[in-house]
């Protein structure tokens, strides 16, 4: 019976928390990248829209139609049908796409970077949700610990071997009631970060999320490789699209320069036994006032032009910049890490160990016992900080690069 119980438990539970198959559900779930993708859509969409043919006209008129009676000399009367398509020449329609296409390059642009922003989002709590499990089994150790301390405080004085043990006793258990009250306030923090993690998963909010399993952590990618991947970040691409787009917009301004052309074709009706007639035509208008509006359209796209170089150079000199900030913070998370995890908290736990077995023997003092047990407390929550650290900044070299920098 206890079996079955305990197995159905285990399906019961949430499965863990893996970071790769998390950043795969929020760069399709997340609200905001719906939101982009949204509006990639409709800038795809205008593609078709831009330089798109105008509609053919129809005209219909009567002519000479009669008041007052029939004279000899009279024109004969008519019904002239009459259809004009307006002609998009000169490259026109081609440059009005090449503009529309530029803006979907920065649309698209702008949904990478709300991928890794959000996906940036989620590894940050990501990582606060490991943090608080951690924490939570670092509080639970102490507790185990100091109830060992107030055990044995007990023996001590129910042994005439402690003067203060009940001193000792009653210390022990304020810091367990300390502690428990820790605990509560990580359960509560917990669900907090569960909701946002499953908003931007595209989950019920309330849905369980089980304990984070921490990825091996990448080996940090050189400093120049990491600085390089600044010269394709969304934000660059961004502006380099609004080059071609500006590019672009400056050629369609030129072909303005010529004039819009319509082709017409006409039927003559006549109603008084003449002969039917056809006609064809075409009218053009005359780009007379050029200096009013072509130059000033070519004017405008050059200042796009060369604002947009500048705002490459800008984005990729600040994404360069970031990714060295980015990478210098990863790197000594790693070493805090690493000299916690190899010396501090392996040497201060073999000193709580002595500490207690001299305690339990009654010839240790309580006091140093529980100053060891609050420093390994300490020591524990900064290699947590530490760990986090060293993921989110090594994650934010993908998010600022846009893409996954390789070690």
Same mark, same amino acid.
């Given at each position: 019976m206890f079996a079955v119980t305990a197995a159905f438990l285990v399906v019961l539970a949430p499965a863990p928390l893996r970071?790769?198959?998390?950043?795969?559900?929020?760069?399709?779930?997340?609200?905001?990248?719906? %939101?982009?993708?949204? &509006?990639? @859509?409709?800038?795809?969409?205008?593609?078709?829209?831009?330089?798109?043919?105008? @509609?053919?006209?129809l005209s219909v008129m009567t002519e000479a139609i009669p008041i007052g009676g029939m004279s000899e000399d009279a024109d004969p009367t008519m019904i002239s049908y009459r259809i004009g398509q307006p002609l998009n020449l000169f490259g026109r329609r081609t440059f009005a796409k090449r503009v529309a296409k530029s803006e979907v390059a920065r649309?698209?642009?702008?949904?990478?970077?709300?991928?890794?922003?959000?996906?940036?989002?989620?590894?940050?709590?990501?990582y606060e949700l490991w943090m608080v499990d951690e924490m939570g089994r670092i509080v639970d150790e102490?507790?185990?610990?100091?109830?060992?301390?107030?055990e044995a405080g007990l023996a001590l004085v129910k042994a005439g071997m402690g003067s203060m043990g009940h001193h000792d006793v009653l210390r022990a258990e304020s810091e367990i009631a300390v502690m428990e009250a820790e605990r509560a306030s990580l359960e509560d923090e917990r669900l907090a970060i569960a909701a946002m993690l499953n908003t931007?998963?595209?989950?019920?909010?309330?849905?369980?999320?089980?304990?984070?399993? *921490?990825?091996?952590?990448?080996?940090?990618?050189?400093? &120049? %490789?990491?600085?390089?991947?600044? @010269?394709?970040?969304?934000?660059?691409?961004?502006?380099?699209? $609004?080059?071609?787009?500006?590019?672009?917009?400056?050629? *369609?301004?030129?072909?303005?320069?010529?004039?819009?052309?319509?082709?017409?074709?006409?039927?003559?009706?006549? *109603?008084?036994? $003449?002969?039917?007639?056809?006609?064809?035509?075409?009218?053009?208008?005359?780009?007379?006032?050029?200096?009013?509006?072509? &130059? !000033?359209?070519?004017?405008?796209?050059?200042?796009?032009?060369?604002?947009?170089?500048?705002?490459? @150079?800008?984005?990729?000199?600040?994404? !360069?910049?970031?990714?060295?900030?980015?990478?210098?913070r990863a790197r000594a998370s790693e070493r805090t890490v690493g000299a916690l995890e190899d010396a501090a908290i392996p040497k201060l736990r073999e000193t709580i160990a002595s500490i207690e077995s001299a305690y339990i023997a009654g010839t240790g003092d309580f006091i140093s016992l529980l100053d060891a047990v609050m420093e390994l407390k300490e020591l524990e929550g900064k290699r947590v900080e530490a760990v986090v650290r060293r993921g989110v900044a090594r994650f934010e070299l993908d998010r600022i690069a846009g893409e996954e920098v390789a070690p």
């Open positions: 970071l790769p198959e998390l950043l795969a559900e929020v760069g399709e779930g997340a609200p905001e990248v719906d %939101v982009a993708e949204a &509006d990639v @859509d409709v800038r795809r969409a205008a593609v078709g829209v831009a330089g798109a043919w105008e @509609d053919p006209q649309g698209e642009a702008g949904l990478r970077r709300t991928r890794w922003d959000a996906r940036a989002q989620a590894v940050s709590l990501f102490q507790i185990a610990l100091l109830e060992r301390m107030r931007l998963r595209g989950r019920d909010v309330d849905e369980a999320i089980g304990p984070a399993e *921490l990825p091996t952590s990448d080996p940090l990618p050189e400093l &120049d %490789v990491a600085a390089a991947a600044a @010269d394709g970040t969304p934000e660059v691409a961004a502006a380099r699209a $609004m080059k071609e787009g500006a590019t672009a917009q400056r050629e *369609l301004a030129r072909r303005m320069y010529w004039p819009m052309v319509m082709v017409e074709a006409e039927y003559e009706q006549n *109603l008084d036994g $003449m002969p039917d007639g056809v006609g064809i035509g075409i009218s053009v208008t005359i780009p007379l006032w050029w200096w009013d509006r072509q &130059d !000033n359209e070519i004017a405008m796209a050059r200042a796009m032009e060369r604002a947009a170089d500048r705002e490459e @150079d800008a984005m990729t000199k600040m994404a !360069n910049a970031e990714l060295r900030m980015a990478w210098s």
